[in-house]
């Protein structure tokens, strides 16, 4: 059974960059068959996709955050990375990793992680 | 990018029959997927493809899809299926997200 960790700072200076981990376990991220995902929720609001990437290094990225976001993938480490670059209050969001089936469907979930952006 | 349409909220009596819709133009092209989330907790895939439920999920969760909607049926409703709901989609700039169901069990 995959499963996903989110870690990172919970705090962000607006203006700075955030940067988020997604650690994997139970399977290897290199397999195949899943595009790792960040995904956010504003407080009390939507499901927004942030992007995902393939274990070959291919990614996507939704286009209203294109400009600011990176999303890279170490599979000596099993794990994949979030860079959103300069955030704003609007960015104050709890941050998903998610497991992107056969780009279908998300079937596995971190926890997730609250990100505030304040200085 | 295109959307997803959901009914802000929904109720159902206990042990009634609900369903949930989701509309958008890539539901034409692609099978949608439903999340259960719970107030503090990650989202939980409930369908995905046609009619898919993955291990554990109970069979009173159904989808069903025509043209632009999509729907989740809940047959049997529980005070357990009460929860938001979001219905999630690929679509040509990536993926599509609904803006999410409340779902109230009375």
């Known amino acids: 059974q995959v499963q996903l960790q989110e870690s990172g700072p919970g705090l962000v200076k607006p203006s700075q960059t955030l940067s988020l981990t997604c650690t994997v376990s139970?399977?290897?991220?290199?397999?195949?068959?899943?595009?790792w995902s960040w995904i956010r929720q504003h407080p009390g609001k939507g499901l927004e996709w942030i992007g995902y990437?393939?274990?070959?290094?291919?990614?996507y990225y939704n286009p209203s955050l294109k400009s600011r976001v990176t999303i890279s993938v170490d599979t000596s480490k099993n794990q994949f990375s979030l860079k959103l670059r300069s955030v704003t209050a609007a960015d104050t969001a709890v941050y998903y990793c998610?497991?992107?089936?056969?780009?279908?469907?998300?079937?596995?979930w971190g926890q997730g992680t609250l990100v505030t952006v304040s200085s | 990018s295109s959307e997803l349409t959901q009914d802000p909220a929904v109720s159902v009596a206990l042990g009634q029959t609900v369903r949930i819709t989701c509309q958008g133009d890539s539901l034409r092209s692609y099978y949608a997927s439903w999340y259960q989330q719970k107030p503090g907790q990650a989202p939980v895939l409930v369908i995905y493809?046609?009619?898919n439920r993955p291990s554990g999920i109970p069979d009173r969760f159904s989808g069903s899809s025509s043209g632009k909607t999509a729907s989740l049926t809940i047959t049997g409703a529980q005070a357990e299926d009460e929860a938001d709901y979001y219905c999630n989609s690929r679509d040509s700039s990536g993926v599509v997200f609904g803006g999410g169901t409340k779902l109230t069990v009375l």
């Open positions: 990437i393939y274990y070959s290094g291919s990614t």
């Open positions: 493809g046609k009619n």
């Open positions: 139970g399977g290897s991220i290199s397999s195949g068959g899943y595009y």
């Open positions: 998610a497991a992107y089936e056969l780009a279908e469907y998300f079937q596995h």
